[in-house]
């Protein structure tokens, strides 16, 4: 069911469970608890859902480059706007410490 | 003084303290303590040095669009490389859970 936001971007409110077991190809990079173990990538533990629908599809169209983009794009590609908001919903609803 | 990841990314290591008084004006979006009051907009506190200064030289040269990426763009518009290294470092050196 997609809602509005304070800031007037929709959301579709996601289904952590199914993020999480889209996650499991983010982990290499993100780390299993969402703590990236490469210093050039994000945590994404604990991050804002809505910051992240709006990162995965600036990704998937194509709008963002430099640094690690190129390999993001790749990943975010395949990507439907489902998978989007429930990989945004699982990484939001982790621990943002790392913690389990 | 420089130093590099071991990806090979070249980071300069920022000084927390001079990245505190420079985040003055990013506490608006990304809050007093990196955690952001706006769903739109990325929790800061903890996360990775070196991504936050790929993320911030990719706004800075505008290799960001989409979403709010704009607002960034303009942020970081007049960021030295020393002003990046810096707010990385003292955004790194917050608790990610945004505690004292």
């Known amino acids: 069911m997609a809602g509005m936001t304070v800031s007037g971007m929709a959301t579709a409110a996601g289904d952590a ?9 983010c982990a290499a990079c993100h780390g299993k608890n969402g ?10 533990a604990g991050q804002n859902e ?3 629908v709006s990162a995965l599809k ?3 169209n194509k709008q963002r480059s430099g640094g690690q983009a190129p390999v993001m794009q ?4 395949g990507l439907s706007d489902e ?7 699982y990484y939001a609803s982790l621990p943002a410490d790392g913690g389990e």
Not at 83 to 89: E, Q, R, V
């Open 17 to 25: 469970e199914a993020g999480k077991a889209k996650a499991a190809v």
């Open 35 to 44: 703590i990236a173990q490469i210093p050039g990538y994000p945590n994404l």
């Open 50 to 52: 809505a910051y992240l």
């Open 58 to 60: 600036a990704y998937k």
């Open 74 to 77: 790749g990943q975010a590609a």
């Open 83 to 89: 998978d989007i908001a429930n990989l945004a919903a």
